[in-house]
Nanobody, 126 residues
Framework: QVQLVESGGGSVQAGGSLKLSCAAF????????VGWFRQAPGKEREAVAT???????YYADSVKGRFTISQDNAKNTVSLQMSNLKPEDTAIYYC????????????????????WGQGTQVTVSS
């Protein structure tokens, strides 16, 4: 049984930083694409970043230059380092895995990802 478990969420003031981590059990993350998605109150879930080592990394325009996705193969984890956080970053953040990469990158289509974590809340106050 595959499980993705996120951690690292919390409350922070604008301008602060948080690092989210996602640990995988029963699945090896570097086999395929991994991604971070988020859902803000009243909004649809959206892709934040996707990663596979040999294809271009995707970042949403709203987080470029502030967020960094990375993967630790030894620990079988994927992380999202978030800096200079803004109130509009407030959301539930989900990690996802399981979609095969293609030369152009990893898909942002959520239904293509087989495995999802339960989500972790990030709240940024002004």
């Amino acid at each position: 049984q595959v499980q993705l478990v996120e951690s690292g969420g919390g409350s922070v003031q604008a301008g602060g930083s948080l690092k989210l981590s996602c640990a995988a059990f029963g699945y090896t993350l570097y086999w395929n694409c991994v991604g971070w998605f988020r859902q803000a109150p009243g909004k649809e879930r959206e892709a934040v970043a996707t990663f596979y080592p040999t294809v271009p990394t995707y970042y949403a325009d709203s987080v470029k230059g502030r967020f960094t996705i990375s993967q630790d193969n030894a620990k079988n984890t994927v992380s999202l380092q978030m800096s200079n956080l803004k109130p509009e970053d407030t959301a539930i953040y989900y990690c996802a895995a399981g979609e095969a990469p293609w030369v152009g990158g990893c898909t942002r289509v959520q239904s293509r990802y087989n495995y999802w974590g339960q989500g972790t809340q990030v709240t940024v106050s002004s």
